[in-house]
């Protein structure tokens, strides 16, 4: 088992910015890709961004540029560095992990932008 814990979310006005953070426990293996995802109400969940323990990233259209992911694999966290924040932006943020077939999924954080 993989426990995911995120930290980091909370309300602010457009244009601010957040840094979300997510350390991975348990029984971990070193080949696995992290990343997170978001869920608005009333949508599906989504792809924000995702970072392989090689450090290659991938990033949804919608964040590319205002949106930074990256690790310390020495700490097992991966980190989601979102900067000029949309209301659009608003959701719970997820943290996942997949490794040796297996996803884990954290208790999710919310993330909510005032205009």
């Given at each position: 088992?993989?426990?995911l814990?995120?930290?980091?979310?909370?309300?602010?006005?457009?244009?601010?910015?957040?840094?979300?953070?997510?350390?991975?426990?348990?029984?971990?293996?070193?080949?696995n890709?992290?990343?997170?995802?978001?869920?608005?109400?009333?949508?599906?969940?989504?792809?924000?961004?995702?970072?392989?323990?090689?450090?290659?990233?991938?990033?949804?259209?919608?964040?590319?540029?205002?949106?930074?992911?990256?690790?310390?694999?020495?700490?097992?966290?991966?980190?989601?560095?979102?900067?000029?924040?949309?209301?659009?932006?608003?959701?719970?943020?997820?943290?996942?992990?997949?490794?040796?077939?297996?996803?884990?999924?954290?208790?999710?954080?919310q993330?909510?932008?005032?205009?």
């Amino acid at each position: 088992q993989v426990q995911l814990v995120e930290s980091g979310g909370g309300l602010v006005q457009a244009g601010g910015s957040l840094r979300l953070s997510c350390a991975a426990s348990g029984n971990i293996f070193s080949i696995n890709v992290m990343g997170w995802y978001r869920q608005a109400p009333g949508k599906q969940r989504e792809l924000v961004a995702t970072i392989t323990n090689t450090g290659f990233t991938r990033y949804a259209d919608s964040v590319k540029y205002r949106f930074t992911i990256s690790r310390d694999n020495a700490k097992n966290t991966i980190y989601l560095q979102m900067n000029s924040l949309k209301p659009e932006d608003t959701a719970v943020y997820y943290c996942s992990r997949v490794q040796e077939g297996y996803a884990y999924w954290g208790q999710g954080t919310q993330v909510t932008v005032s205009s």
